[in-house]
T-cell receptor, first 112, second 110 residues
Framework: SQTIHQWPATLVQPVGSPLSLECTVE??????LYWYRQAAGRGLQLLFY??????ISSEVPQNLSASRPQDRQFILSSKKLLLSDSGFYLC???????????FGPGTRLTVL | SQQGEEDPQALSIQEGENATMNCSYK?????LQWYRQNSGRGLVHLIL?????REKHSGRLRVTLDTSKKSSSLLITASRAADTASYFC??????????FGSGTRLSIRP
């Protein structure tokens, strides 16, 4: 069976510090991978998606970046965090372009 | 721009009653999905309805799709306290991505 992991579960970082969130998928190959951010009580904002290794599409211009160094690994990074980067970050994967999305447990990021 | 928008934003009903949530979207779709999110957790897929389908059932869930009105509804029958969660519709777009609405927060009163 397939599983998706995200870590850490919670993170408190000072403004200006770097960020690295990792997402890995097990039990499948060549998944489509997604990073979302969710503000408190709001919907999901798509940040990045990837259809293959090294292929990243950015949806929102900001100080975040994403990388896919391996087939089932998706990393969200920032060189310098802003207060506005606080939120709940969710990773998801799909088998095909518009099929059911499977979500990880999320990372709660607080930037102080 | 947001593809799917849920209505109402918040809904509070008595346990045992039916809950209906609506989703409207703007452009043509291949399929529409509904997801559920418990507080502080990831989203869980509930049901997918294709553009050539009008109604779909899964347990206590009933989803309808009206492509002429560009709208969908999610009905939860005989609600339970455990149904308390946020519910999101999601629609596909021209690229390899799904766009989520802002969600309906459903509260079930005991």
């Amino acid at each position: 069976s397939q599983t998706i992991h995200q870590w850490p579960a919670t993170l408190v970082q000072p403004v200006g510090s770097p960020l690295s969130l990792e997402c890995t998928v097990e039990g499948t190959s060549n998944p489509n991978l997604y990073w979302y951010r969710q503000a408190a009580g709001r919907g999901l904002q798509l940040l990045f998606y990837s259809v293959g290794i090294g292929q990243i599409s950015s949806e929102v211009p900001q100080n975040l970046s994403a990388s896919r160094p391996q087939d089932r690994q998706f990393i969200l990074s920032s060189k310098k965090l802003l207060l506005s980067d606080s939120g709940f970050y969710l990773c998801a994967w799909t088998r095909t372009r518009w099929s059911e999305q499977f979500f990880g447990p999320g990372t709660r990021l607080t930037v102080l | 721009s947001q593809q799917g928008e849920e209505d109402p934003q918040a809904l509070s009903i008595q346990e045992g009653e039916n809950a209906t949530m609506n989703c409207s979207y703007k452009t043509s779709i291949n399929n529409l999905q509904w997801y559920r999110q418990n507080s502080g957790r990831g989203l869980v897929h509930l049901i997918l309805i294709r553009s050539n389908e009008r109604e779909k059932h899964s347990g206590r869930l009933r989803v309808t799709l009206d492509t002429s009105k560009k709208s969908s509804s999610l009905l939860i029958t005989a609600s339970r306290a455990a149904d308390t969660a946020s519910y999101f519709c999601a629609t596909d777009s021209s690229a390899s991505k799904i766009i989520f609405g802002s969600g309906t927060r459903l509260s079930i009163r005991p």
